[in-house]
């Protein structure tokens, strides 16, 4: 099944995990996706294609650049850490969903105790 490049599947599923919000802070064009205040995903929603910028185990990143054209450095991003995916239908709806969920647990595995325990409440 390939992705079909509507934004709302995609914001839908960042937004559900535990403790996701949004925000606007570069602007109306990006949506970034937070967890407890760290920045987990950013979506060039009024792009055509869609996008998103997602954060990546290094080794990861490299990986995947090299497998699959519609992934590239993190645009305006460190581009060690981040990728980001063109949604034109090269990337499977499964492969993006695994990349939003491994940079969400980066994300959370850096967090404090204490920020940690306010996605349990």
């Known amino acids: 099944m ?3 490049a509507r934004l709302d599947p995609l914001r839908e599923y960042c937004l559900d995990r535990r403790g996701a919000t ?3 802070p570069f602007g109306p064009d990006a949506m970034v996706l937070k967890v ?3 920045m987990f995903g950013l979506i060039a929603w009024e792009a055509n294609p869609l996008s998103i910028s997602l954060k990546c185990d290094p080794e990861r990143a490299v990986e ?3 497998q699959h054209p519609a992934i590239v450095p993190g645009y305006h991003l460190n581009k060690k850490h981040w990728n980001t995916i063109t949604l ?3 990337i499977s709806l499964e492969l993006v969903h695994e990349l939003v969920d491994h940079s969400y647990d980066l994300v ?3 967090l404090s105790r204490k920020e940690r325990s306010q996605l349990e409440d």
């Open 2 to 4: 390939e992705l079909d």
């Open 108 to 110: 959370c595995s850096g």
């Open 88 to 90: 034109d239908g090269g």
């Open 36 to 38: 407890v205040g760290k």
């Open 64 to 66: 995947l650049r090299e």
């Open 22 to 24: 949004e925000e606007f």
